[in-house]
């Protein structure tokens, strides 16, 4: 930035730069002021829409989205944005049906697989889910949240044993997340592996306290 004219370009790097960082105050502001320079920049309106829905500033998000489809409505991961939205939100039918438009276009992204296969388990519709999830495990063996839905695929069939595999690796492969601590605790009460259970889920709750499920989760085991 020193050696440089200051404009769009840097202020989005910069931008791009805090938000791989997780810094989304500050990724949103190098956006904002990235737009000042050129209102229709498309890389610059997708990555403020990414950073505010991070942030949970979701009606800013989608003003941000809009903004874009007026100036690049065929612009890739607009759809998948916009669906996340709508999963915050709690809205699946709306994510899966954005998820379902993209992957038209985009039959093979592994992003959008994931989050269709998610939304799918979260509607109850697993067959068509586990045929989703599959395909980005066998893509991407690394993929803590695919393991996670497939784990709560196979527990809402009442396949504990493989549910409690597939948390497992979720949580090897990512252990912050407080949800894929929970799962792995609940899967582990219904098979009577009380030691493990309350080891998972006092996890869960340290990771997030505000857990409404995790508290019930232990509540639930304590009494066992």
Do not use: C
């Not at 990555?47 to 991070?54: C, F, T, W």
């Not at 609940?186 to 499920?213: F, H, K, M, P």
């Amino acid at each position: 930035k020193q050696h440089v004219v200051d404009g769009v370009d840097m202020q989005r790097m910069l931008g791009e730069s805090a938000l791989q960082r997780g810094r989304l105050r500050r990724a949103a502001a190098y956006f904002q002021k990235a737009l000042q320079f050129e209102s229709t920049d498309h890389e610059s309106l997708f990555g403020l829409a990414k950073a505010l829905r991070r942030r949970g500033e979701l009606t800013s998000a989608e003003d941000a989205l809009d903004r874009l489809q007026r100036v690049a409505p065929d612009f890739p991961g607009r759809r998948l944005e916009r669906g996340l939205i709508h999963e915050m939100r709690g809205d699946y039918e709306a994510a899966a049906r954005l998820y379902g438009e993209a992957l038209e276009s985009r039959p093979d992204d592994a992003d959008l697989l994931l989050r269709m296969g998610a939304a799918q388990v979260t509607l109850g519709k697993l067959e068509a889910a586990e045929e989703l999830l599959r395909k980005v495990i066998d893509e991407r063996s690394g993929s803590a949240e695919a393991e996670y839905f497939m784990g709560r695929l196979r527990f809402a069939r009442q396949q504990t044993s493989g549910a409690i595999n597939h948390f497992q690796r979720a949580v090897q492969l990512d252990p912050t997340r407080a949800e894929y601590h929970m799962y792995l605790a609940w899967a582990a009460l219904e098979v009577n592996d009380l030691g493990s259970a309350l080891q998972s889920i006092d996890r869960a709750l340290t990771r997030d306290e505000n857990l409404a499920d995790g508290h019930w989760v232990r509540g639930r085991i304590l009494l066992r």
